[in-house]
């Protein structure tokens, strides 16, 4: 046996379970580089794809290309927030001509893609989120919440402050004209409609600084700030004049579904069947690489452009759009419908008003004269948030979770989650045939986009099959790859005129909170994993001091001092304890040199003596069996709790620290540190910012590790706390990326430690040890 350890052993021990969470947690997610910039503007990116593309294969006429955007006309622009004219009804089957044998296919889109826009920007309005959807493939660019509860991260630029004012997303792809920045779309309650600037109109300048593109508007916006009033210079209706606008920029709205480069937009759809034409299962091509979209996720049956051709609009409203596509080679219309619920006026206030979701309506009609069997392909959300990318670990249902994993719930069973790593190796046996869908979706850290079949009968099966989706390139970082989930329905026999295929979807697109979650059927996406149990009464007590104090930075030091006053009496028993080895130090020193070679006899004096002197070796794990849940609670929530994303530790107009859930963050090191320490992907790399609250919660522990280590009673046990401080430096650099709110834990809990120490009355120094413990006598 060996010899008990001393205090300096719990303490130790303690840290190494502590930090071991944390080296589990980022080895397990290491990877080598970091991703792209996702603050590059979508349109650069897009374009740097194009050029990429065009190097490695043979030109194209535009004609050929399905993709290819003509310039926006600018005479033509009002009518992009503006409803088209709707289509002719169509013809009562008996009436309609059998269309011609030889009917050509649905021409590729070539014409001018035009926006529009559901809800608003503006929390004041009747909606939570701002939708801009597409004619081109009736699909979604962007759903931005617009409550300040729920803004984007803003960026630092190094010296406490924050950089880049919103303007309002004016350009979706960017379109090649070098003499200014053409406005694509405007939406409501964005400083952008605020100010008047409406679709069709040239922004040339900001401010002294002349914009030739959508890429020079975006970098000139960077420079900004929230708040602040810049003027626009612009030129309007085709003509040369300009005209100076000003406008007053706000902060950025989350974005929680939005254009990733040149990947696939959210929502497209296509048919998957008519009659006796099929797609495809599909397959992975080998060949392919990996630094591309697969071909698959594009694929349509012959004659078919739905998802890169254009849609008629029928209507549009502030809160409702319809699409419409015929199809005459077969005598079939699709057509596509969003919708927004309103917020009833007296819920205006209330946040937690369950109205973060989309109505959408799939719908296909027999308008022909022969009979058909069909069946639709439709895909789920694209370009989910990558917020803290180089710190974040989201906490998932599979141990190859990334930041934007694709999730099911068959069967009314618990939810099952595909990690993005493993859909990014192009792994299609993730696959679920015949099954009722209770809901799909993508689910990233702190917010989903999910369908959710608006079912009668929740057994019954709308899809023929289901699956994981990787829509965007793979880099070397597989778990941020852009993901998506596809659907398939069953098929179905439509006689001319009668009964549509239709399916009704809600969408819902907001944040992991547990009450607006619950209302949609999806409380399930709050996991905390292994520690639920303690993570979410730690949320609760969170959230109870919050409510109290409004801050949770104080809500953090209340916790501490609550977690600490129940431990006093331990703690103080640890003190004590530590006391009485201090003072058996002499004769556990004479034991040692009475029995140098037998170790037996030696392990058993020790324990006579203290049992006779009434110590316990190991009392002072208690303290550690407490706090470490403690731990492994706080970190959990921090990851996890929406409600802790974006909260400051003083206030908010303090930019350093403004996030608890991440490192504080107190100034842009990249430009000049190695890129090796500063790209963050991995576990021995610090990131891009220098952080100061984990320096200071290594030289805290450093301190406790001195006061709270007796001297050592022989070289073996001097080496032991020679390593233990090297130990604590090269944790340190693991700890380096935690979050703030945990290091702000960790501080408060060292100082009260600290502290207690001092001041704990200490016992009187005697000549030799404590009297032998008197044992009770029983009473006769």
């Given at each position: 046996?060996?010899?008990?350890?001393?205090?300096?052993?719990?303490?130790?021990?303690?840290?190494?379970?502590?930090?071991?969470?944390?080296?589990?947690?980022?080895?397990?997610?290491?990877?080598?580089?970091?991703?792209?910039?996702?603050?590059?503007?979508?349109?650069?990116?897009?374009?740097?794809?194009?050029?990429?593309?065009?190097?490695?294969?043979?030109?194209?006429?535009?004609?050929?290309?399905?993709?290819?955007?003509?310039?926006?006309?600018?005479?033509?622009?009002?009518?992009?927030?503006?409803?088209?004219?709707?289509?002719?009804?169509?013809?009562?089957?008996?009436?309609?001509?059998?269309?011609?044998?030889?009917?050509?296919?649905?021409?590729?889109?070539?014409?001018?893609?035009?926006?529009?826009?559901?809800?608003?920007?503006?929390?004041?309005?009747?909606?939570?989120?701002?939708?801009?959807?597409?004619?081109?493939?009736a699909a979604v660019a962007s759903i931005a919440l617009n409550s300040p509860r729920y803004r984007a991260l803003m960026e630092d630029d190094g010296w406490l402050s924050r950089r880049g004012g919103y303007l309002g997303n004016v350009v979706i792809r960017e379109e090649k004209s070098g003499n200014g920045c053409l406005v694509q779309v405007v939406g409501r309650g964005t400083p952008a409609e605020k100010a008047g600037l409406k679709p069709g109109d040239v922004i040339k300048a900001v401010g002294q600084t002349k914009i030739a593109?959508?890429?020079?508007?975006?970098?000139?916006?960077?420079?900004?700030?929230?708040?602040?009033?810049?003027?626009?210079?612009?030129?309007?209706?085709?003509?040369?004049?300009?005209?100076?606008?000003?406008?007053?920029?706000?902060?950025?709205?989350?974005?929680?579904?939005?254009?990733?480069?040149?990947?696939p937009l959210s929502f497209q759809m296509t048919l998957s069947r008519i009659d006796?034409?099929?797609?495809?299962?599909?397959?992975?091509?080998?060949?392919?690489?990996?630094?591309?979209?697969?071909?698959?996720?594009?694929?349509?049956?012959?004659?078919?452009?739905?998802?890169?051709?254009?849609?008629?609009?029928?209507?549009?409203?502030?809160?409702?759009?319809?699409?419409?596509?015929?199809l005459p080679r077969w005598g079939l219309e699709v057509s596509k419908v969003y919708?927004?619920?309103?917020?009833?006026?007296?819920?205006?206030?209330?946040?937690?008003y369950p109205a973060y979701n989309l109505v959408m309506e799939v719908s296909v009609r027999n308008v022909g004269s022969r009979t058909r069997e069909v069946a639709y392909q439709l895909d789920g959300p694209t370009g989910l948030p990558l917020e803290g990318w180089w710190f974040a670990n989201k906490v998932g249902y599979c141990w190859s979770a990334g930041l934007r994993d694709v999730v099911v719930r068959r069967?009314?069973?618990?939810?099952?989650?595909?990690?993005?790593?493993?859909?990014?190796?192009?792994?299609?046996?993730?696959?679920?045939?015949?099954?009722?869908?209770?809901?799909?979706?993508?689910?990233?850290?702190?917010?989903?986009a999910i369908l959710i079949p608006r079912k009668e009968d929740p057994a019954e099966i709308w899809f023929a099959n289901s699956m994981p989706l990787r829509v965007g390139p793979t880099n070397d970082i597989e778990r941020l790859t852009n993901v998506s989930c596809r659907v398939r329905s069953v098929k179905l026999e439509l006689v001319p005129g009668g009964e549509p295929l239709k399916h009704d979807f809600t969408v819902f697109a907001g944040p992991k909170r547990e009450d607006i979650l619950a209302h949609y059927g999806l409380g399930e996406l709050v996991y905390y994993g292994w520690f639920d149990f303690v993570a979410r009464p730690m949320a609760m007590i969170l959230n109870f001091f919050f409510a109290i104090v409004k801050n949770y930075g104080l809500a953090i030091l209340m916790l501490t001092v609550l977690v600490r006053g129940i431990m006093y009496p331990m703690s103080r028993k640890q003190a004590q304890g530590a006391q009485k080895m201090a003072e058996l130090q002499p004769e556990i020193k004479k034991i040692q040199e009475k029995h140098k070679k037998d170790m037996e006899a030696r392990t058993k004096a020790q324990q006579e003596l203290f049992k006779k002197h009434g110590y316990n070796p190991l009392s002072g794990c208690l303290v550690m069996f407490v706090q470490l849940p403690v731990f492994i609670g706080l970190y959990r929530a921090l990851m996890v709790n929406v409600e802790l994303r974006g909260s400051p530790l003083l206030w908010s107009s303090f930019r350093w620290c403004s996030n608890l859930a991440a490192p504080d963050m107190l100034f842009d090191w990249h430009a000049w540190m190695p890129m090796?320490?500063?790209?963050?992907?991995?576990?021995?790399?610090?990131?891009?910012?220098?952080?100061?609250?984990?320096?200071?919660?290594?030289?805290?522990?450093?301190?406790?590790?001195k006061m709270f280590m007796p001297p050592p009673a022989d070289e073996q046990q001097a080496m032991q706390q020679n390593v233990m401080k090297?130990?604590?430096?090269?944790?340190?650099?693991?700890?380096?990326?935690?979050?703030?709110?945990?290091?702000?834990?960790?501080?408060?809990?060292?100082?009260?430690?600290?502290?207690?120490?001092?001041?704990?009355?200490?016992?009187?120094?005697k000549d030799g040890p404590s009297p032998p413990v008197q044992k009770p006598r029983r009473k006769k």
């Open positions: 046996m060996h010899e008990p350890r001393k205090n300096s052993g719990n303490f130790a021990l303690f840290m190494f379970l502590t930090f071991g969470v944390l080296i589990v947690h980022n080895m397990w997610f290491g990877q080598k580089e970091p991703p792209p910039d996702k603050d590059k503007p979508v349109a650069q990116a897009k374009a740097d794809a194009d050029k990429k593309k065009q190097a490695d294969e043979p030109k194209k006429e535009d004609a050929d290309d399905p993709k290819a955007v003509e310039p926006v006309d600018p005479t033509k622009s009002d009518e992009t927030q503006t409803a088209a004219e709707p289509t002719e009804e169509p013809k009562p089957a008996a009436e309609e001509e059998a269309p011609p044998i030889d009917a050509g296919p649905m021409p590729k889109f070539a014409g001018t893609e035009r926006w529009y826009t559901l809800g608003s920007a503006d929390p004041k309005d009747p909606y939570r989120m701002l939708v801009t959807v597409t004619d081109r493939g593109s959508a890429k020079k508007l975006d970098e000139a916006l960077r420079q900004t700030r929230p708040g602040r009033k810049i003027d626009l210079t612009v030129s309007r209706n085709g003509n040369e004049e300009e005209e100076t606008v000003p406008v007053t920029l706000g902060i950025p709205p989350l974005d929680v579904v939005r254009p990733e480069a040149n990947d006796d034409e099929t797609l495809p299962d599909m397959e992975v091509d080998k060949a392919q690489p990996k630094d591309r979209i697969p071909a698959y996720v594009e694929d349509e049956l012959d004659g078919l452009n739905l998802r890169g051709g254009t849609w008629d609009v029928v209507e549009h409203s502030q809160d409702r759009i319809e699409f419409r596509c015929k919708r927004l619920d309103r917020v009833p006026e007296k819920e205006q206030e209330n946040t937690d069967n009314e069973q618990t939810p099952v989650m595909v990690g993005c790593s493993s859909i990014a190796k192009d792994n299609l046996e993730a696959a679920w045939d015949e099954e009722s869908i209770t809901f799909i979706g993508v689910d990233a850290q702190y917010f989903s090796y320490f500063t790209h963050g992907i991995g576990a021995f790399t610090l990131g891009p910012y220098f952080n100061i609250l984990p320096i200071v919660t290594v030289v805290l522990f450093l301190m406790q590790q090297y130990m604590m430096l090269f944790m340190g650099i693991l700890f380096f990326k935690v979050a703030s709110g945990l290091c702000v834990y960790f501080i408060a809990s060292s100082l009260w430690g600290l502290a207690e120490r001092k001041f704990l009355p200490k016992t009187p120094k």
